[in-house]
């Protein structure tokens, strides 16, 4: 017996869909039939494209309310409606805890917590007037459940932005369910800079129970699966996507003790 995701024909709007981790997402729901539109500061040189589809691209720095408003009403003016958001756009440069000033703080904060607050309440003001409702994802990360040396206020906005799902979720239900996946550490375009190149990734895949780290497509799947019916019944869930985890640094401090 097949299954349908039922996602043909959904309006999906990916934030941070350009590049990495939101443009698999982007390509997966495209695949899956879904009507696809992203966002960002500056225009790809080339959409996101899948399944004979092409999304739609539209210029919105998501950490301005008014061009968050403004970038929801162009998705329902385009597709009629919101279905699903995907709150990923996110990130930060590494940074030491102890001199990194208040303003970098501040604006990491503004995009990893405080943008995706405010367009999942924009979001959601349109799904509840919307007889099918709506889905919204956060995408949040393993830094938030675990220390984040070198990226602190990064952990931290990521940490709330789980706290802020588990609340949305029962504040809006049942018209809206709100979910969390939390990602891993992902292979992008950037990854080099952040494993080491090509020779630090192959000695973390080696490391990781599933012998690689993820693909921005292992996001979209996960993406696919609470955007869908088969996860009718799942709202205020944090879904963790990190291939098992990265193995605690005791085991082999304990391994090289023995000699």
């Not at 891993?184 to 990854?191: D, P, S, Y």
């Amino acid at each position: 017996m097949s299954i349908d995701l039922e996602l043909d024909g959904k309006s999906v709007l990916v934030t941070g869909g350009t590049k990495g981790v939101g443009r698999g997402i982007a390509e997966r729901f495209l695949e899956a039939g879904a009507d696809v539109a992203i966002c960002g500061r500056n225009a790809p040189e080339t959409l996101p494209r899948g399944g004979g589809r092409e999304a739609v691209f539209f210029a919105s720095d998501v950490r301005d309310v008014e061009q968050a408003k403004a970038l929801v009403d162009a998705v329902v003016a385009r597709f009629g409606k919101l279905d699903v958001l995907v709150n990923n756009a996110g990130g930060s440069p590494p940074a030491d805890a102890a001199t990194a000033s208040p303003r970098f703080s501040e604006a990491i904060i503004r995009l990893n917590l405080i943008a995706p607050l405010n367009l999942a309440q924009i979001a959601n003001a349109a799904m509840q007037k919307q007889a099918q409702g709506g889905v919204i994802i956060n995408i949040a990360s393993v830094s938030g459940i675990r220390p984040s040396p070198g990226t602190a206020a990064y952990g931290a906005a990521k940490a709330g932005l789980l706290n802020l799902t588990t609340s949305l979720a029962q504040e809006w239900a049942p018209k809206v369910r709100v979910n969390a996946i939390t990602a891993g550490m992902i292979r992008t375009e950037q990854a080099d800079l952040f494993y080491g190149g090509e020779a630090g990734i192959a000695v973390i895949d080696a490391a990781q129970p599933m012998k690689r780290i993820a693909m921005p497509a292992d996001i979209g799947n996960a993406c696919l699966y609470l955007a869908s019916a088969l996860a009718g019944y799942v709202t205020g869930a944090r879904l963790d996507v990190h291939g098992g985890g990265e193995r605690p640094p005791f085991l082999e401090q304990a391994e090289s003790a023995k000699g």
